[in-house]
Structure formats: C-alpha cells, structure tokens
C-alpha cells in the first residue's frame, strides 16, 4: 500500500544558507497517529508548511528533495490542490476563520471542495455536534479554546484523509483535549493520517503510534516513546513562598459584562492583592479572558464597580498613565509585535537599554536579536511578548495562556524569569491557563470560574 506521506531528501532554507530541514526522509502510512515534538523553533511548523505547500508558495525559501502525497510528487501542486488531500490546522486559529457564523465557516471548505448541499448539511452537523460548538454562534465572539474546536470542526467536516495539525490543542481545557484526541484516534483507525505537534506530549503520547523528534533539522523516530514520556511528563511544583502582601491593587464589586444582550461575566468580586501569583482556570468559554481584561481595564464593566490604587491618579480615563504600570499579554503573540527587530521590540517600552538586554537573555531569546518578530515560531514569538512587556517593569502582570508553544525547558525558564522578576520588583501575576505543567509553580491562589461565574 502507497504511504499516505512521503518526504524524500528533503532540504528548506529561508535565506538559501542555513538550513532549518536538513535532507529530511519521512514515510508516514494511512491509518496512522504520528506526534512530532522538539524544542520550540526547530522547524516543526516549517515542516507541516512544506506538506500543504504554504512554503515555498506564500513563505519563499529555498526548498529541494521530494514530497509525495497520497503516492503523488506535489511540488507543481496549489495549496488549493493539496487541500483536497491534506487538512490543516494552524497554530493561531484566528488566521484561518473567515466567517462571522459557525456554521457558514464549517460549510466554507466544503463548498470549496464542491460537495452537494444535502451532504455538507450533514457533516457540518456531525462536526459540530463533536466539537460542541453551537451553529448560531458569532466566531468572533468565541474564546481561544473555542476558535480551536472551530478551525478543527471544519477539517473534519471537509473529511480528507491526511490531516496535519499544529498544537490544535494549545488553548483548550482538559475534557476538549481528551474528546478531540479521541476523534483524531478513530480516524486513524477508520484509516486516515494525523501528524500532529505538541508539546504537552503527557497529553498525546498516550494515542501516538509514531513519534518523531525534530532537532538540528533533522528527523529521529522515537523507538522507546515511553522513555520520552517519563522524560517529559513534569509538573512544574509549587514554591511555597507567596510574596502577596494585604494591600489591593485592584478590586472588582459585583460586576457584569453583557456583550450584544448576552451575560459574559455575572456578579463577580475579586481583589488583587499587592505581591501575589493568582490564576483563572476553567472550561473554555468561561470567561477567563474577558475577566483577564476588565481587571486590566481593557473592558469596561457593564455593571458594579472597579477600584484600583496601582497609581494613585483616580481621573475617570487615566490610561496612558495606567498602562505603564499594568502589562498585557494576549493570547494571539502577533499583535503585539510591531517593531523591525527583536532588539527594538524588547527596547521600545524598557525602563532601560540593560534591562531590555537582560529580558532578551532570561526568556530564551539571545542570538534572535537582528530577527523580525514576525519571522519567530509561535512559541519565540509568546516569549518575545514577554519580554517586551516585563522590560518595562510593570507593577502587576496579564499573562493569557503564555506558556502555548513552549517545550518543558523553555516552561520552566519562563516561570523561573517571571518568579525571579517578581521577587525584584514586587508585582502582581494574574495568568489565565490550561497548562497543568505551570498551573501550580503560578499559583499563590487560583478563581476558579464557570459560565461568567467565580465558582471557587
């Protein structure tokens, strides 16, 4: 039987000299789950660019070697005749969603691919109904989690064979995470292809039938995962020693937030105390994020009261003021990157030329200096975010889901910079996370929420 993908003495490099995928060779049969892991930008998402033909076609470089698709040599093939063999789902969901409704986005990719109405009806039905995602809903209105499940309902709705997908994991709680794996593992026992990256290998080890590890551009098949496994399988602990103090920087008094007549956050009081590590966990669609923002006053509320004493100034819109003091990092990395480099990103807000040096060298980022921040991988780009908004010394931290994208060596250098920073500087944390590898080491106390509601 021909392999559904097939890399042969495969060769890409952006500026023609140094190579990210160095003479790769890679067979992959229908009716496997294939789990690709490696340090944060190796190269992985270049690779699954290649496949779908994103690279060379919108992403130029300079790419030799041979690529088969279902026994096919695509290089002479449009993205758009690959899609009719390759699903793909990128690691920011909002690049691929077009459509204002759920239901019109599922439909979109099969209608692109001409199937009858009445069919399209009914898988646009069965996708949803998987991913629970309601067909009425605004996509501009779901959280991250959601967006995810959305950008996955419509590859399984377009129904292709070979599905290669990008941390579609990342930004989903833990029940989305173990029913979208288990979706994934009866197509490839219906006979289909998943290539899948991950870092949170203790998630997906457990339905892989292949791993591959990507390292110095080259390509190594794991022949003992569960050695992976009990290498990567760690929770990052808790330290015990909380800094938070007894004054408020921020206190919210029974407040709501209604969006388009629909209640997002529903009677909810919440102090942040001077010092401490507080995290929002929850089901996706809870309302972390919009809480995240009303405390950061990137909303306004809707209903109760706001009181805040990081600056003293009370004028009714003190923002610039405000945002010196209070820093934001969302969970789309790239917009908020706008400068040529890295240097200048990190430099443009930093309280001084050393410190933004220094957030360069405690977040992992020395030697990517001279790169556009753009040009970074996912994961470089959430530490770049980081860095830019730690050098300007802020005196209380909005961090939503910061750790997506970041292997275990690269999760622990983060948490260790953003606890060494606190204990300089005295700040607050407030993160919203699924990632049970950080969970606790970002933890003095946790809210849990549930429909617009603190639960606990």
């Not at 993205?79 to 986005?105: F, G, K, T, W, Y």
């Not at 200096?369 to 730690?390: F, I, T, Y």
């Amino acid at each position: 039987m021909k392999p559904a993908l097939e890399l042969s003495d495969v060769f890409f490099s952006y500026d023609g000299q140094t190579p990210v995928l160095n003479h790769l060779d890679l067979s992959l049969p229908y009716g496997c789950f294939a789990v690709l892991q490696g340090v944060s930008g190796t190269g992985k998402t270049t690779l699954l660019s290649l496949i779908n033909g994103i690279i060379p076609q919108i992403q130029p470089g300079h790419l030799t070697g041979t690529i088969l698709l279902d026994g096919q040599e695509v290089s002479a093939w449009s993205i758009a005749r690959r899609a009719r063999l390759v699903a793909s789902v990128l690691q920011n969901a909002d690049d691929q969603i077009v459509h204002d409704r759920v239901e019109d986005e599922v439909a979109f990719g099969c209608e692109n691919l001409g199937i009858p109405s009445a069919e399209i009806e009914n898988r646009v039905r069965e996708a949803l109904r998987l991913t629970r995602l309601k067909p009425d809903a605004a996509t501009r209105k779901l959280s991250g989690g959601q967006k995810q499940r959305l950008v996955m309902a419509c590859a399984l709705a377009m129904g292709q064979r070979i599905l290669l997908l990008d941390e579609p994991l990342a930004n989903l709680d833990r029940e989305s995470t173990v029913r979208l794996l288990r979706i994934l593992k009866q197509l490839t026992q219906e006979g289909a292809l998943v290539l899948l990256i991950e870092h949170r290998l203790d998630m997906v080890l457990p339905y892989a039938d292949m791993v591959f590890t990507l390292r110095d551009g080259c390509l190594a098949q794991e022949k003992d995962p569960a050695r992976l496994l009990k290498e990567v399988d760690h929770i990052l602990p808790y330290d015990g020693e909380s800094l938070a103090g007894s004054g408020r920087l921020i206190s919210l008094k029974d407040v709501d937030y209604t969006l388009h007549g629909i209640d997002v956050i529903r009677n909810v009081s919440l102090d942040i105390r001077e010092g401490e590590r507080l995290t929002l966990l929850g089901p996706n669609g809870c309302g972390k994020t919009t809480l995240l923002k009303l405390l950061a006053r990137l909303l306004y509320p809707s209903g109760g009261g706001y009181e805040q004493t990081l600056i003293r100034s009370q004028r009714v819109h003190p923002m610039p003021e405000w945002f010196r003091k209070a820093g934001y990092i969302f969970q789309d990395p790239s917009s908020q990157l706008f400068m040529p480099t890295l240097r200048q990103e990190v430099a443009r807000n930093a309280s001084s030329p050393e410190r933004a040096k220094r957030m360069i060298a405690l977040f992992g980022l020395e030697g990517l200096e001279d790169r556009h921040p753009q040009s970074l991988s996912e994961g470089q780009k959430r530490r770049a975010g980081v860095a830019a908004v730690c050098a300007s010394d802020p005196g209380v931290l909005f961090l939503d889901e910061p750790t997506v994208g970041q292997d275990f060596d690269h999760l622990r250098q983060m948490v260790d910079s953003l606890r060494l920073l606190q204990k300089e500087s005295g700040c607050a944390i407030v993160t919203v996370t699924h990632d049970k590898r950080c969970k606790e080491a970002l933890s003095d106390r946790r809210v849990i929420m549930k429909l617009g509601r603190i639960i606990r």
